[in-house]
Every structure is written in structure tokens, then in C-alpha cells.
């Protein structure tokens, strides 16, 4: 097995974030009273794709990655205090919402609300995924495939079509890619510059997003990538001696940003009934970053875990650190991952005045 490097996991932990923000939200309107959404229209159930912090416990069932954060302090807000392998403080929203679809526990009636079918440590590049051995996407789509079934046999082909195409899908992907397995891995960086990489992820998505339509989904919304240099560890590990941003994987991430955003203009013009809708982390991210008193924070460049500048994962453990008194302080919990204030805040920066466009 190989092993995830320190700033793999920072890349990737920002957009896996903003996926649970986006479900929050979605079904906040849909437990709202009748008329709340858009024309009438319902929202029977959530369905996530991508990476870890959408994956509310699948890497904890069965797959043997390093990629799983079960273990103190994750969680000491948490109700109970209880470490679900989540990172975070406390809560995140999938840990309310939407059920891990290995959960060996999992009941009919989380099958027909939705459920994440999201592997931590995965990315567009299929090669990502095997690089830390965890689901890629076309695992993932797979297993969507074989809920279908599942549920084809429960309600039958009528309510299965219905819940399918009025639901709302969640797609999460791309940090990884180009945090890990190009600027660290040996893998793609000798055969590609930075265009033709991120060409090739998203040539990529466009065939997953793609795959998805062909199963009956329509309303999908794609996340771009974050500002992934400015999340502490990156500021540490590869910013400047002042701990500024990193900029490479930045721009890295914005070059990306406008290829998926084309990509999507395309597809909801080629498929037909398609409502792809773009959303945009990376402004409203940098945004809480360089104004933190704005938003009801006080510290930006660090996590609350240890030091905040290195601390995540096996680093981030009770033995050998000490968090901060008060994570809300903190728009990071570790030196990747924000606290659970930071997905409130984040959650309606982000979708704000963005739910019609799914409908």
C-alpha cells in the first residue's frame, strides 16, 4: 500500500469540505415547509461522489487505507466526544444527512434519502485513487449502480426512476490530483505540464459527469477546487518564510477551475434535461482567509490541533499534542481541515442564492 503524504492530505481536505456544505444546505430546503424550493418541486434524496471529508465513514468499512482519522482529538465536540473518522472538531454535515453506503448498518430507509458513496484520498485521475488505495470514481459509480439495484427491488422501478432523476448529486474531486499525485507523486509531472494535466482531469470529469447522466441523475453539482496553497501545512511546507500562500498549486487549481466551468457550460447544452451547476469554493474561501474578523474568526494561518502549522492525521493524536481551548476561533481544526465553524460559515457564502439553478 502506498501512503498518503502530508500534503496530499492538505490539497484535498478543503474541497471535500465545501461537498458536505452543499448537502447541508440542499437538505435544510428540503425539510423545509411546502413551497420552500423552487416551483414545487422536491429533493427526495442526496447523492455524494468524491473524496474524504464526503466520506462519512466508507474508508472506515472494508478498505485498507491509510486514509481514516478515527482516533482523539477528531471528534472531541462531537456529540459524546466520539472520533467518527471524520476531520473535524465536530460535526460535519454528512454526519447528519447522508449515510456512508459501506455502512454495514445501513437500513432501506437511508437508501431512499441517499447516501455517500464518497472514498477519501481519491481524485478524477484514476491513477489518485490507486496511488493510496481507495475507491476511484468509477468504483464509486459502480457501486451507484448496484444501490439502483438495491432499491429497484425494494419500491420498484417507478419510485427508483422517480428518486433518481429529482434528486440532487454532489460531485467532490480534483484536489488530490493535483496536490498529490501531480506536484508529489513521480507519476504524471515528467509526461505532462501543468495544461495538459489538468486537461487530462478534465477530460476525466467530463466522462464521470457524463456516466452519471447515463444513470438517470440531472441535477449534479460540481465543486471547483480551493485555494489549496493556503490551508496551513501548505503555507508551511511550501509557502514562504513568512508562511504566505503557495502559489503553484494555486494557480494550479484556478487553471483547473475554468476548464470545469467550460466543461459544464458544454454538457448542460449537449445533455438534454441536464442542470449541472458550478460551485465556485475558491473565492469565497480566500475570502474568510484574508478576512478573518469578518466572518467571527480570529486565527487564519493555523489549526487548533498543536501548533496548527503541521499537525494532521497521525500527527494531530493525543498523545503528543494539545489543541486549542476554543475551535471556533479557528477556521481550521488541523492544519488542513476547517473546524466546524468553518463549514457553517462556509456553507452560506458558497450556495447562497445558488439552489434555483438546480431546478
Known sequence: MKFLSLESLAASSLLRVFCNVVIFILCQYN?????????????????????????????????????????????????????TGRFSNGRVPSDIIVPAYLDPNLQLKDL???????????????????????????????????YKSKLKAAVGEKRLEMTISKSIFIVCSGTNDIANTYFLGPFRRPHYDIQAYTDLMANSASSFLQGLYGEGARRIGVVSLPPIGCVPAERTLSGDIFRHCSEPPNQAASLFNSKLSSLMDSLNVELPQARLVYLDIYNPLISIIQNPPQYGFEVATKGCCGTGNIEVSILCNRYTTTTCSNASKYIFWDSYHPSQKGYEVLTHLVLHNKIDRFF
Open 31 to 83: 425539510g423545509a415547509a411546502k413551497g420552500s424550493l423552487p416551483f414545487n418541486e422536491t429533493v427526495p434524496a442526496v447523492f455524494v461522489f468524491g473524496d474524504s471529508i464526503v466520506d462519512p465513514g466508507n474508508n472506515n468499512n472494508n478498505i485498507k487505507t491509510v486514509v481514516k482519522c478515527n482516533f482523539p482529538p477528531y471528534g472531541k465536540d462531537f456529540p459524546g466526544g466520539n472520533s
Open 112 to 146: 431512499l434519502t441517499g447516501v455517500s458513496f464518497a472514498s477519501g484520498g481519491g481524485g478524477y485521475d484514476p491513477l489518485t485513487a490507486e496511488f493510496v488505495s481507495v475507491l476511484s470514481l468509477s468504483d464509486q459509480l459502480e457501486m451507484f449502480r448496484e
